[in-house]
């Protein structure tokens, strides 16, 4: 079967971004802690997955923000570039608006906390659950870090439990890990 | 009647499983260089109509019949004068495919891609059988079995 030429290919996806219509536009990024998957729609950056394959994660953010979700690589130029500065030493906050639609109420109010915690510190599941007005919701709160949508952004590795372990991270702990280090500056990613 | 099939894939999906060969209808249709435009455009069309889908079955008919619609007006850009096979008008001005398109509306699915495709846009048995995922064969027999359903209901 004769195949679509890869020149082909990416005129057809830029083009396609640029009609303004697609819900949202991915690609995946290789970054020093492996390749991530970056969604963004028109209203900003929605989804960093650590599981690179498209595949499940396209139907995910389907079902969130509507089918037309389309690898179109140049609408996540910022996105990439952001991290590459953050992994380099070089950024310590994200300037990239957020589109958190498909978190609503508590996990809405927690992810917005989670937001504010600076560069290079910790807090406690405990404190963010006191933080929004819920002191016993601890473990709901590891249930939202669990299911960030847009983690390193939102920064959930900044999260520990009450002892200072790391308790538990959506890429797995040696990434958490990673994050901290490179933060703390204990740590130069190559 | 399996939930899967009807529901409608993210776009990257139904792209992904369709830009092939579609892309070889094209270039069957309109030669390689024409096919790249005629490529884009048909995609950008389907874009366009993605989200008024209700279900997600024949797709690969659905975006064969954009492709083929495409191709035709690329035909008719470049050879105006009428009866040109792939422009497919008729003395009712109608093109091929809206006239056959409406008669076929009550037939079952398969059917209905079948003799559309078919004899509204004069596709071959082998593209309809790459259209709709099935064999040339059960091609066939589906348009045959859609014109003798059609036959029954209009005598």
């Known amino acids: 079967m004769t195949s679509v030429p890869n020149a082909l290919d990416r005129r057809f996806r830029q083009a396609a971004a640029e009609t303004g219509l697609l819900d949202v536009s991915f690609d995946v990024a290789d970054t020093p802690i492996g390749p991530l998957l970056l969604a963004v729609s028109e209203r900003g950056l929605c989804r960093i997955s650590f599981d690179p394959e498209p595949e499940r994660e396209t139907e995910s953010l389907a079902r969130t923000f509507g089918v037309r979700v389309l690898r179109a690589p140049r609408e996540v130029d910022d996105v990439r570039r952001e991290l590459d500065e953050y992994f380099d030493g070089r950024r310590r906050e994200f300037d990239l608006p957020l589109d958190l639609r498909g978190r609503e109420g508590f996990s809405r109010l927690i992810l917005e906390r989670l937001a504010r915690v600076p560069y290079g510190e910790v807090t406690t599941y405990k404190s963010l659950a006191v933080e929004a007005g819920n002191p016993r919701a601890a473990r709901a709160v590891g249930t939202i870090m669990n299911r960030n949508p847009i983690p390193i952004v939102l920064p959930c590795h900044r999260v520990v439990g009450s002892n200072g372990s790391l308790v ?5 702990l040696d990434r958490k890990r990673l994050l901290l280090d490179l933060e703390s500056g204990r740590l130069d990613i190559p | 009647m399996m939930m899967e099939a009807m529901t409608i894939p993210p776009f990257e999906r139904f792209y992904a499983e369709n830009r092939d060969a579609v892309f070889a209808h094209l270039v069957r249709l309109l030669g390689r260089q024409r096919a790249e435009d005629a490529f884009q455009e048909t995609f950008l069309r389907a874009l366009r109509g993605y989200d008024g889908l209700r ?4 797709l690969r008919a659905w975006v064969f019949t954009i492709a083929t619609r495409v ?12 009866g040109a096979a792939i422009d497919g008008e008729t003395a009712d001005d109608r093109p091929a495919y809206a006239q056959i398109e409406h008669l076929a509306e009550e037939l079952p699915e398969k059917e209905r891609a079948a003799v559309v495709l078919r004899y509204g846009y004069d596709l071959s048995y082998s593209d309809i059988g790459a259209a709709l995922g099935s064999s040339e064969d059960a091609a066939r027999q589906a348009a045959s079995s859609g014109v003798r359903r059609l036959r029954r209901r209009l005598t």
């Open chain 1, 168 to 172: 538990g991270y959506g890429g797995g």
């Open chain 2, 55 to 58: 279900h997600g079955r024949y």
């Open chain 2, 71 to 82: 191709a035709a007006d690329e035909g008719r850009k470049r050879h105006p004068e009428p």
